[in-house]
């Protein structure tokens, strides 16, 4: 059974930074795309960053590029997502999930996360 666990939302300060955890049961996270999207109140999802499997090659949404960073620790077969300079429109629900194909289409993830709640907010 896949189970992807979304850790290391919170309050944090605009300006702030945050490390959220994507820890992966039931499947490899090097054999996976894994995205991080995130869902603000009364608006629809959005990818936000991507790591391909394997080679590991990165993308990031514009909004977020310079600020965010995505990485994979095979040995803990999790993948991270680190924020700093945090904004108030960064707040919202991230999600990770994992694609076996090569990249991370929001409508086309094969295992999603319940979610970790980030706000930003002073």
């Known amino acids: 059974q896949v189970q992807l666990v979304e850790s290391g939302g919170g309050l944090v300060q605009p300006g702030g930074s945050l490390r959220l955890s994507c820890a992966a049961s039931?499947?490899?996270?090097?054999?996976?795309?894994i995205g991080w999207f995130r869902q603000a109140p009364g608006k629809e999802r959005e990818g936000v960053s991507c790591i391909s499997r394997r080679e590991g090659m990165t993308s990031y949404a514009d909004s977020v590029k310079g600020r965010f960073t995505i990485s994979r620790d095979n040995a803990k077969n999790t993948v991270y997502l680190q924020m700093n300079s945090l904004k108030s429109e960064d707040t919202g629900v991230y999600y990770c999930?994992?694609?076996?194909?090569?990249?991370?289409?929001?409508?086309?993830?094969?295992?999603w996360g319940k979610g970790t709640l980030v706000t930003v907010s002073s």
């Open positions: 999930a994992a694609n076996f194909g090569g990249s991370c289409p929001p409508r086309g993830m094969d295992y």
């Open positions: 039931g499947l490899t996270v090097n054999y996976y795309a």
